[in-house]
């Protein structure tokens, strides 16, 4: 009873009240001192961001420095692959497709693989002869021969091999990273933007997980703005990434401009289906894994698991036979 006629004080109420107003006077008043300095903090993001543009504009020109220097060599590989003519003597019709596929754009791009493919048997076929002769002199002549000849054919495919996996490694970064553009480019085209402008919002946004992506979503836009037939520039992409579900996309986007059918459905049924493509390959890499797994297993485990097992069997017949 005496503590509730202490709360029911007029005295004990008066004197929380003054309390309460006291503390909050000084919150007020010391607020401002306390509180963080968010002008200042945005000074020093920028200059952090204006510190950090400053670093990467020497770079690149530190990068373009570089590029002036190895300009010689690409000047002496044009004017070899011109004199000798080069072009003409290794002429392949679809090594600009395959250029494209790796991603090497340009007449230079060409130029280094005509001098790579005429130099690199020269130079395997050299290196294999010095090798016969400084330390496979024990070996047999048609050994030697088939080191020398494997040097020069190792040295003429070599290019095609690298560029065909450059290629390869190139359609799987894009492939990994096509069902979210799609997804992302239907929300672009159903919020009321028009194809173009979803290609050029994907392409900033899926440039981080993946520049070979945006690469082609750049160029695409490009293409429908100038091409003069929209279609030429979706078959131009699939051209490009020569993949079954990049071709079947652009199919459906050259369909629904030619018939009037609403884009964003045909995106929407393109991205689930590439989701289940990409799903599929998953698990088309997953059920190949144990046949590779067998050989390793063999050459490493079962000797291992051998030892363990017959080593302490071993070591007792030994022990037997060394007390008789």
Known sequence: MDFVKLLTDPLTIAGVLAAGACFATIVTVAAPAMSEDRLGSRLKEVAKKR??????????????????????????AKGLVDKLNLQKALADDSLAEKLIRAGLRGQAAQTMFYFYRAALPIGFGVLALLYVLALGAQMPLHLKLIAVVGGVAAGFYGPNLY???LADKRRTKIME??????????????????????????????????VELAEEFALTTA?????????????NLARRTN?????????????????GTPVGQALRVMAKENRELRL???EKKAASLPPK???PMILFFLPVLFAVIIGPAIIQINEILGSQ
């Open 177 to 210: 990273a096509f069902p979210d553009s799609l997804d992302m480019m239907l929300i672009c085209v159903e919020s009321g933007m028009s194809i173009e402008m979803a290609l050029g919002r994907v392409g900033q946004e899926i440039a981080p997980a993946s």
């Open 243 to 259: 993949h079954p579900g990049v071709k079947a996309v652009a199919m459906a986007l050259t369909q629904a401009e030619k018939y």
């Open 51 to 76: 510190e950090e543009l400053r670093k990467k504009s020497r770079a690149d020109l530190a990068k373009s420095g570089a590029s002036l220097q190895h300009k010689n060599a690409n000047q002496f």
């Open 280 to 282: 599929s390959e998953a």
């Open 293 to 295: 797994l067998t050989v």
């Open 223 to 235: 293409e429908l703005s100038y091409l003069p037939e929209r279609r030429m520039a979706y078959e």
């Open 163 to 165: 560029l065909k996996n």
